[in-house]
């Protein structure tokens, strides 16, 4: 599949700091970007979106932003709840064929109270 | 509005047993798609199903066939199963249509395959 990877694996934050969690993705052919939280035995659940015609979509305290020079996809989570502790996805979706995504390996967000 | 519903929860099989697993969605969706997630790994595209009458491979597809029964539902069948297809599986449904492209999930199912 795809290179659609992420830099850190795990990721320990303290209760109302900021996370950020980053992704870096292979193709300049993608055009559709979403992140994914995935809370331990469950599917994952949509976040947010961006297309690549955006640099910096926000949604309600996450923000994502959209470096396509250095093909680089973030996702912020403003004070952080320990309800944000689980594992987050980007995936990539490439133009012309929007039913297919690869997905990152995932990054795990510890939040400590 | 149950979204997607996918069964059983959790299979335990031995090597070379087949089985089935089911796959609905009710929220009349065009495309329909099989993952696997192996520990620590991402999702892996198993097949997808862009729509009803139609069926496409994904990047892991050897040692699975699936079946677009309808447009609610895709199967997932092992005819064969092997002690590297211990797994969860995720079904997975999406509009389909370009701007529409959100993807929901089901709760997944567990398999081990001794």
């Known amino acids: 599949g795809e290179n659609v990877g992420l830099h850190l694996p795990t990721l320990s934050v303290q209760e109302g700091d900021n996370s950020i969690i980053n992704c870096a993705y292979s193709?300049?052919?993608?055009?559709?970007f979403i992140w994914y939280k995935q809370e331990s035995g469950k599917g994952p659940q949509f976040i947010i979106d961006?297309?690549?015609?955006?640099d910096k979509r926000q949604g309600q305290r996450v923000t994502v932003l959209l470096n396509k020079t250095v093909k680089h996809l973030s996702l912020q989570i403003a004070a952080t709840q320990p309800g944000d502790s689980a594992v987050y996805f980007c995936?990539?979706?490439?133009?012309?064929?929007?039913?297919?995504?690869?997905f990152g390996s995932g990054t795990k967000l510890n939040v400590k109270p | 509005n149950a979204g997607v519903t996918q069964t059983p929860k959790f299979q335990v099989l031995k090597t070379g047993q087949s089985m089935t697993l089911q796959c609905a969605q009710d929220?009349?969706?065009?495309?329909m798609y099989w993952y696997r997630q192996d520990p620590g790994m991402g999702l892996r595209l198993i097949y997808y199903?862009?729509?009803?009458?139609?069926?496409d491979k994904g990047e892991v597809p050897n040692g699975y066939n699936v079946s677009r029964l309808n447009k609610r539902e895709f199967s997932l069948r092992l005819e064969s199963a092997a002690p590297s297809q211990t797994s969860v599986y995720f079904c997975?449904?999406?509009?389909?249509?370009?701007?529409?492209?959100?993807?929901?999930f089901g709760s997944g199912t567990q398999l081990s395959v001794l």
């Open positions: 997975a449904s999406s509009p389909g249509r370009l701007g529409l492209q959100e993807v929901f």
């Open positions: 193709n300049s052919a993608s055009d559709y």
């Open positions: 961006i297309r690549s015609n955006m």
């Open positions: 995936a990539e979706n490439m133009a012309g064929n929007f039913n297919k995504f690869y």
């Open positions: 929220m009349n969706h065009n495309s």
């Open positions: 199903s862009a729509s009803e009458g139609t069926t």
